[in-house]
């Protein structure tokens, strides 16, 4: 049983470029969660998805950045024209049925460099 | 933004010892997480106390909450050199989904 996978492991991208990352949640998780870290710091929720539906984008900046978890495979979050500020390591988490008492499950993360 | 702040942001002790950290929050919770990271990895999740328990043990980990201080204490008992790594408390807010907001994290760096 697998956990939430993410990839790429590492992504580099120099400014102007387009960034895509991948999550694959657990199997039997319909519910998407990504956040981004900084270092030296917390976790900052980002947006939260079920399948095919934006539940709360409430984190997302609301230009270049959009996020999708269709029918089939995984959930993307992408960062369009990415600058320097958008270099941190991004996690996704997934959960059974998103209700209030579940446990996340996180992938390792993907971290993004942009040059 | 985030939820609330742990003290302290850093700890470093020696083997054996205890290691306490806190975590304040702002608003009214369904339940508070503890989960730990290791360097470079994703997130952990230790334990989960709802709003209505007071403390809660699993294995050396005991979690206390109290909710009309909006306060929550991780304790490590006989800490490990594995144990190094930085523990997040998260919580589930009002909004009914399992959206989780994390503090900032506690370094914790246990010397063998």
């Known amino acids: 049983n697998a956990g939430v996978m993410q990839n790429p492991r590492h992504l580099v991208r120099r400014r102007g470029q387009e960034a895509r990352l991948r999550c694959s949640p657990m199997?039997?998780?319909?519910?998407v969660y990504w956040y981004r870290q900084l270092p030296e710091e917390g976790l900052k929720f980002m947006v939260y998805l079920q399948k095919e539906n934006i539940i709360d984008e409430s984190g997302m900046p609301k230009e270049r950045f959009s996020a999708e978890f269709p029918k089939e495979g995984p959930s993307i979050l992408r960062i369009q024209q990415v600058v320097r500020g958008d270099s941190a390591a991004y996690f996704c988490a997934s959960s059974p049925t998103g209700t209030v008492n579940e446990k996340l499950f996180f992938g390792s993360g993907t971290q993004l460099s942009v040059l | 933004s985030q939820q609330g702040e742990e003290d302290p942001q850093a700890l470093s002790i020696q083997e054996g010892e205890n290691a306490t950290m806190n975590c304040s929050y702002k608003?009214?919770?369904?339940?508070l997480q503890w989960y730990r990271q290791n360097s470079g990895r994703g997130l952990v999740h230790l334990i989960l106390i709802r709003s209505n328990e007071r403390e809660k043990h699993s294995g050396r980990l005991r979690v206390t909450l109290d909710t009309s201080k909006k306060s929550s204490s991780l304790l490590i008992t006989a800490s490990r050199a594995a144990d190094t790594a930085s523990y997040f408390c998260?919580?589930?807010?009002?909004?009914?989904?399992?959206?989780?907001?994390f503090g900032q994290g506690t370094t914790l760096q246990v010397k063998p």
């Open positions: 998260a919580t589930i807010g009002s909004s009914n989904t399992g959206k989780l907001i």
């Open positions: 608003t009214s919770i369904n339940n």
């Open positions: 199997k039997g998780h319909s519910h």
